[in-house]
């Protein structure tokens, strides 16, 4: 399966997409029917279990857009279910140094390119219908993307060798998780904090990966103008701009009905 969201990132467009964090492969239809790229489904934070899962990531192939799920943590064996479900990619929590973003790279792609474990009789192998592991093995390492989140203030500094780190396609930076660990939980717009989501975003740049990072309708074109190319809404925000609008539409002398009891 090709990976569309990565095509674009690679030719220097932006790519837009959805956060989620609740079981529904209804929800992720729809997401795809109304333009987005691609879809996050949040293992980490929502309650999407792995059954779930792999419903939303069907629901993601058929309705266009790249599934990119982020695992319950980092740690190899949770990446390797996921990508067992068939997901196109990975939002790796809580990556602190070269070494955990290699950990990352290592755990998606096969051999040559890491160690991620060959199971012929997975959704992503596609239950080895037509017996030919080795043409999956190359398409898998060819179309899967890694991304790595830095949200914590000791990864920080460590961005340069991160965003280095081979087989590293986005860089990410989570704020709430960031905005905690320096001091001023629920606060990424606190100086200190932008500074530092700048200085993660100026390195990945540097290094020739994408940047990522959140962004709310409001929030898009400053954004996009400070190259990062790889964004997204959480589903609620989406929900509550949609819901703002309504209203706003709503006449103000609107009557409410009184129901006999």
């Known amino acids: 399966m090709r990976n569309r969201m990565k095509q674009k990132l690679l030719a220097g467009q932006p790519a837009f997409g959805v956060s989620v964090?609740?079981?529904?492969?209804?929800?992720?239809?729809?997401?795809?029917?109304?333009?987005?790229d691609w879809v996050l489904l949040d293992c980490e934070h929502g309650t999407i279990a792995l059954e779930s899962l792999e419903l939303m990531i069907m629901a993601a192939e058929a309705a266009g857009i790249t599934p990119i799920v982020r695992p319950?943590?980092?740690?190899?064996?949770?990446?390797?279910?996921?990508?067992?479900?068939?997901?196109?990619?990975?939002q790796v929590p809580h990556v602190m140094n070269p070494a955990d973003a290699r950990d990352a790279v290592e755990a998606v792609k096969f051999h040559p390119l890491g160690q991620r474990g060959l199971a012929a009789g997975t959704r992503a192998a596609r239950y080895d219908y037509?017996?030919?592991?080795?043409?999956?093995?190359?398409?898998?390492?060819?179309?899967?993307?890694?991304?790595?989140?830095?949200?914590?203030?000791?990864?920080?500094?460590?961005?340069?060798?991160?965003?280095?780190v081979n087989g590293i396609d986005v860089v990410f930076v989570g704020p709430s998780d960031l905005s905690q660990?320096?001091?001023?939980?629920?606060?990424?717009?606190?100086?200190?904090?932008?500074?530092a989501i700048d200085d993660v975003v100026a390195a990945t740049l540097a290094a020739g990966k994408v940047a990522g990072l959140p962004a709310t309708a409001e929030a898009l074109a400053d954004t996009l103008e400070r190259g990062i190319l790889y964004t997204y809404t959480h589903l609620p925000k989406l929900l509550a701009a949609g819901a703002r609008a309504y209203h706003d539409r709503t006449p103000k002398d609107t009557k409410v009905l009184a129901f006999p009891h």
């Open 21 to 36: 964090m609740i079981p529904s492969p209804q929800i992720v239809e729809m997401i795809g029917g109304l333009g987005f």
């Open 72 to 90: 319950a943590n980092k740690e190899p064996s949770s990446i390797v279910r996921v990508m067992d479900r068939g997901a196109m990619g990975v």
């Open 130 to 164: 037509k017996g030919d592991l080795d043409a999956f093995v190359h398409e898998a390492n060819d179309e899967t993307l890694v991304c790595v989140q830095i949200e914590d203030e000791d990864a920080v500094p460590h961005a340069e060798g991160i965003a280095a």
């Open 181 to 195: 660990s320096m001091g001023y939980p629920g606060r990424p717009a606190t100086q200190v904090v932008r500074d």
